[in-house]
């Protein structure tokens, strides 16, 4: 099993969708969760940061984490054609950086 | 403007040759990191640093050697035992290692 596994889409919407992207994960330490969108041939861009469980919201962003299921949740609302991009869900747990994982990423697009 | 410059943005390769690839932040963070994405592929860690002098071996270091003589500075050498280097490498930094990871945009490196 994967530390880290993720919807593999690829995946399109028609604008005005809410949008569901989700990872699972096995490692109990895990405590810091993120998003990152990447636009082709760019870096990835840090999208939403949380810690531990709960929901975080920013704008159309909405973060969900639950640990107890070992899974987390970024929800697009009224999505745009802007939005098309591959969306990785990362997390880590401790000080040291091989403790901080990347999921494969989904890729989304966004149809007018 | 604080952030992580890359550069350059491409970068051709002759067999056999030694190419460095460099990765510059101002954002004074200690942690810096190398990892390499192929098409359609999530991020595999090349190499990382949590603090000037010091580095470790990701999953795939081999074919690839780092130096980190200035917190600002952390350059990437593909070496000619890399026989496969053709891919896009990106650069992160972070104010530590289990916090969000910032990341440049990218190196495509090419084989002539």
């Known amino acids: 099993q994967k530390e880290v596994e993720q919807d593999p889409g690829p995946l399109s919407v028609p604008e005005g969708a809410i949008v569901s992207l989700n990872c699972t994960y096995s490692?109990?330490?895990?405590?810091?969760f993120m998003w990152y969108r990447q636009y082709s041939r760019k870096g990835p861009e840090l999208l939403m940061y949380?810690?531990?469980?709960g929901n975080k919201e920013d704008g159309r962003f909405t973060a969900q984490v639950d640990k107890s299921s070992k899974y987390i949740s970024l929800f697009i609302r009224d999505s745009q054609p802007s939005d098309s991009a591959t969306y990785l869900c990362a997390m880590s747990g401790d000080n040291y950086g091989q403790n901080f994982v990347f999921g494969p990423g989904t890729r989304l697009s966004v149809l007018p | 403007d604080g952030g992580i410059t890359q550069s350059p943005k491409y970068l051709f390769r002759k067999e056999g040759q030694n190419v460095t690839l460099s990765c510059e932040q101002n954002l004074n963070h200690d942690a810096m990191y190398w990892y390499r994405q192929d098409p359609g592929q999530g991020l595999r860690l090349i190499y990382y640093s949590q603090i000037v002098n010091d580095f470790q071996k990701g999953d795939i270091a081999e074919g690839y050697s780092v130096s980190r003589e200035k917190k600002e500075s952390f350059p990437l050498t593909v070496t000619s035992a890399q026989k496969n280097p053709t891919a896009f490498y990106l650069c992160?930094?972070?104010?530590?290692?289990?916090?969000?990871?910032?990341f440049g945009d990218g190196t495509r490196l090419s084989i002539l």
């Open positions: 490692n109990s330490a895990f405590q810091y």
């Open positions: 992160a930094s972070s104010i530590r290692g289990d916090q969000p990871q910032h």
């Open positions: 949380t810690y531990s469980s």
